[in-house]
């Protein structure tokens, strides 16, 4: 949690849930998109090939064996393109993928950052926050949460002080340590106790 | 959600109060639009070169346009120079344009509204966290309600509603100690054993108030 901690590459899927789920949904809106107008290009290249291929025919002026170089060439263009499209399709899948899923860490990092802080917070600690990683999302929520750590611990430290002074007071008055009273003020030393713990 | 309760079971989600936080939801919808428009103009269109005015890699138009200009030229070097027939190319080319303009519009307007709502479903739970956090700051701690079916962020959640539980516990525990303490102080005539002493029963006795406030 201290500031210089740099990221890895093995934790960048933190929250698979949440991190996922959008990148999923837009490699799939992607791979549909390309898929969809690439097999609309493939057609279109197929259907201006096939044209090409009639146009020579009908016109007479070419025989048969060099139309059916051209008609070869043609297919064989086609194939060719329809491959690097494939491939260019693939390769932009995986990179938007690697993209998103660092996109989407900016997102669940500060989330698991919090949570952690909410675990030790479960444990009966005020933590000391510390600032977001640059570049990290969510900052404004993260500033909800230490304005209200920074609230918490100083309410606590006042109240520390609040119930020092009674205590300190109760033995210049020289309270007995003994009965109901004395055990009220003990209880009260143990409250002070575990608030100076939980601001540690 | 300004109330004791932010939650109510009842509560429906309305078109206006999609947009929590704008900033989250907007970057990660925009840019999932973004994609798709860019992707779609690519191979739909694509950047034809300055000089020569072709296409710089195949696309859908530019595949067309050259399927019709190949027809035109069989059409006319045939010597059937017959326009209606040439216009029903054109018009064919046209049509395959505004099917796609269509299904950019169509898609990209689509593609926000979802995003918007995939993404309210995290800045949703991270707005209710964000008002019970607001109160715990000001020290009111109330119930915490479950999040919305669909919601996201669950385990997140959890983890807040444990600490929070966890810093009711210790107001609770802190009352009971300061109510316990104030009764005896007033069985055994505490406050006229010394002004100081009465002083910081006084600031006690508030700090009581201030915490039995916040237990709603």
């Known amino acids: ?200 | 959600m300004t109330g004791g309760r932010p939650q109510a079971a009842t509560y429906k989600r309305s078109w206006k109060n999609y947009l929590l936080n704008s900033k989250y939801q907007l970057r990660f919808t925009l840019f999932m639009v973004s994609i798709a428009a860019v992707l779609m103009y690519m191979l739909a269109w694509g950047i034809r070169s300055p000089s020569t005015h072709e296409h710089l890699w195949p696309t859908v138009m530019g595949e067309a346009e050259s399927a019709t200009k190949v027809g035109v030229n069989t059409i006319q070097g045939l010597g059937f120079d017959d326009p209606a027939q040439i216009a029903a190319l054109k018009s064919q080319e046209s049509q395959l344009e505004w099917i796609l303009v269509g299904t950019v519009v169509v898609l990209c307007g689509g593609l926000f509204f979802f995003g918007i709502k995939m993404t309210h479903k995290v800045a949703g739970p991270l707005h209710k966290i964000g008002l019970y956090l607001d109160k715990v700051k000001d020290g009111k701690y109330d119930t915490v309600y479950n999040l919305r079916k669909g919601d996201q962020l669950v385990e997140f959640f959890e983890h807040f509603k444990e600490a929070h539980t966890a810093l009711r516990k210790v107001q609770e525990k802190d009352v009971q100690t300061l109510r316990d303490l104030m009764a005896a102080a007033a069985q055994s005539d505490l406050p006229g054993k010394s002004p100081e002493l009465s002083a910081a029963l006084d600031d006690l006795r508030k700090l009581l108030a201030s915490k039995e406030a916040g237990l709603v």
């Open chain 1, 1 to 200: 949690m201290s500031s210089p901690h740099r990221r890895h590459l093995r934790n960048y899927l933190i929250d698979k849930s949440l991190q996922l789920r959008y990148v999923i949904v837009v490699t799939l809106v992607s791979a549909v998109i390309a898929g969809g107008l690439g097999y609309l290009l493939n057609r279109q290249e197929t259907y201006a090939s096939e044209t090409i291929i009639k146009s020579m025919t009908n016109s007479g002026f070419m025989d048969h064996d060099l139309v059916q170089q051209v008609k070869e060439s043609l297919h064989a263009q086609d194939r060719s393109q329809l491959t690097i499209m494939l491939i260019m399709g693939v390769g932009l899948m995986v990179v938007l993928s690697g993209y998103l899923v660092l996109m989407t860490h900016k997102v669940a990092g500060p989330l698991y950052k919090i949570g952690l802080y909410f675990d030790r917070m479960r444990d009966g600690k005020l933590p000391k926050v510390w600032p977001l990683r640059k570049g990290d999302q969510l900052v404004d929520f993260f500033e909800q949460f230490r304005a209200m750590d920074e609230a918490l611990r100083l309410r606590t430290e006042k109240e520390i002080a609040a119930l020092e002074r009674f205590v300190t007071e109760a033995e210049k008055a020289g309270l007995p340590q003994a009965g109901a009273l004395g055990h009220r003020v003990d209880e009260v030393r143990a409250l002070i106790k575990e608030k100076q713990a939980s601001l540690q």
